[in-house]
């Protein structure tokens, strides 16, 4: 039977970077495997439904590159793939598990249920209680049908027998067990007639021939619940094979990565930015701080799985080669921003320049720099040993499109003395007239002249430099000097021997 995974996200709000990583081990279980790769969105919970998060998550999956085989807005013939337009399937099916016996209807009115809760500590709706209360395991049957002909309230629930023992064999956890008599009768279908996720989901997951779950540690507990929706429904035979992945635990201290951790540490958590509706609601995202999608790939993939050897940097085709569910770790993963920025370094600096142009187009643009896209890319190949993130290269590196705005005083000071200052006016006329005006002829004609004016490099060099860039960082003064062209790098010159 071919592999066929889901990446199942509730629109809830912005996609948290956990959820990019479920995607990312789906998507290369499902590539190495020859199998199915779906998106599917779980959006039954209509109290929690944020408008624009399904646009956010197809625009993340995509951003990173993990393209879905079929799914909301990729096509398919298991779909509908957007659970709020599956209702009907979802009510066949609930009401087929009442006739199976493995589920019943509920009338207590959420009232009745509040004073319980309040009475008693710790109240469920179980094995233990349900012969207490209002539903079809109770009530004699014609009252039960008159009910459901008035057309409700009323709820379905799991009916979990206690005394047994269930079995989860988790692909990275090894055998999991639950004790059954613990369980709470889940609702499966509630007043509002939408069913809840773990109906949902079960019966999605059945009906569009999932074979493997690879989703949240979260989830293992709903699991034993969705065994025994599976043997209700007589479909254990076609279970999925399960594997809960490892919580994503904040960058220092306990407990796992959350939102709010994002400003915390003023790091991003989620994949692109987030408005949401109020200031404590918008998120930065790991796209616009200036990551490359490559990057975020690579650090998420080792977020949890490790490959077993040295090697770090994987292209996202490497990846789909080495990934194994079972060199998947069972402990947290730490979130290391840390480790991602140097990834990020490491794809810049091995990226085409052709390629950094494109971002760094943009993003000059957003500036108001004017460039051609040769010059773009003679910055891209100036700056990439030199940067963390994109921004950086129109932010650190701004003198490649205007003026130096400030220098390194202290430099200056310790440089400049009257004798440099008269050479200095001499290599300026050199510069402005200098014919073949690339890096190398450049600097072989500017060395020789120092060296002819009895100076020594370095009594000269960062001054080049200065006045270029205002810095003693920055590309080799040459390739500077060749970029900006000849005007513009003895205006500079120029400028530099009026700073006082
Ligand atoms: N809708 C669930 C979520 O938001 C899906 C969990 C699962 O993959 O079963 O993560």
Do not use: C
């Not at 948290?16 to 499902?30: C, D, K």
């Not at 009510?91 to 009442?98: I, P």
């Amino acid at each position: 039977m071919s592999v066929r995974v889901r990446f199942a996200p509730s629109p809830t709000g912005a996609l948290h970077i956990g959820g990019v990583r479920t995607a990312l081990y789906n998507y290369l279980f499902a590539r190495q495997q020859g199998g199915t790769f779906i998106l599917r969105i779980e959006d039954t919970d209509q109290a929690r439904y944020v408008p624009g998060a399904e646009q956010y998550i197809i625009e993340t999956l995509k951003w990173v590159g993990l393209l879905p085989d079929e799914g909301v807005g990729f096509g398919g013939d298991k779909g509908p793939y957007r659970q709020s337009d599956r209702k009907e399937i979802y009510h066949k099916y609930a009401h087929e598990l009442v006739q199976r016996g493995h589920a019943y209807y509920a009338f207590d009115t959420p009232e009745a249920l509040d004073v319980r809760r309040q009475s008693e500590d710790n109240f469920t709706y179980n094995h233990l209680t349900r012969n207490g209360l209002s539903n079809s395991l109770t009530l004699p049957a014609s009252e039960v049908e008159s009910r459901l002909q008035a057309g409700g309230p009323f709820v379905v629930r799991l009916k979990v027998e206690p005394g047994r023992q269930i079995h989860i064999n988790d692909l990275i956890r090894g055998d999991v067990i639950f004790q059954s008599s613990e369980l709470d009768d889940k609702v499966l279908l509630k007043a509002d007639g939408m069913p809840t996720y773990h109906l949902a989901n079960i019966v999605d997951d059945h009906l569009m021939e999932i074979t493997h779950v690879i989703r949240g540690e979260e989830w293992l507990p709903s699991t034993a619940h969705h065994v025994l929706l599976y043997e209700g429904f007589g479909w254990s035979d076609t279970m999925p094979r399960f594997s809960h992945l490892p919580l994503i635990l904040k960058p220092v201290g306990n407990g796992k990565l959350s939102k709010r951790d994002g400003a915390k540490f003023g790091i991003p958590v989620f994949p692109l930015e987030w408005t949401g509706g109020t200031a404590e609601e918008n998120f930065s995202g790991f796209r616009d701080t200036g990551f490359m999608p490559e990057a975020v790939i690579n650090f998420l993939a080792l977020l949890g799985w490790h490959p077993g050897g040295e090697q770090e940097i994987f292209t996202l085709e490497e990846l789909v080669q080495a990934f194994s569910v079972d060199h998947i770790s069972k402990g947290g993963a730490r979130f290391d921003y840390e480790k991602a920025k140097w990834f990020n370094q490491k794809y810049i600096q091995a990226a085409d320049n052709a390629v950094l142009a494109s971002y760094i187009g943009p993003l000059a643009k957003n500036k108001g720099y004017e460039a051609t896209e040769e010059y773009l890319q003679q910055v891209a190949g100036l700056m990439k040993e030199r940067v963390t993130f994109l921004p950086d290269f129109v932010e650190t590196g701004y003198y490649l499109f205007e003026p130096v705005r400030e220098y390194d005083r202290e430099t200056f000071q310790k440089k400049w003395t009257p004798a440099i200052a008269v050479f200095f006016n001499e290599l300026i006329g050199l510069v402005a007239t200098f014919d073949t005006f690339n890096a190398l002829a450049l600097e072989e004609a500017v060395k020789h002249f120092i060296q002819e004016k009895g100076f020594k490099p370095g009594d000269v060099l960062p001054l080049l430099r200065l006045a270029l860039a205002g810095t003693m960082k920055g590309p080799a003064v040459f390739d500077m000097a060749a970029a900006l062209g000849r005007e513009e790098t003895a205006r500079r010159l120029r400028a530099l021997t009026q700073l006082q």
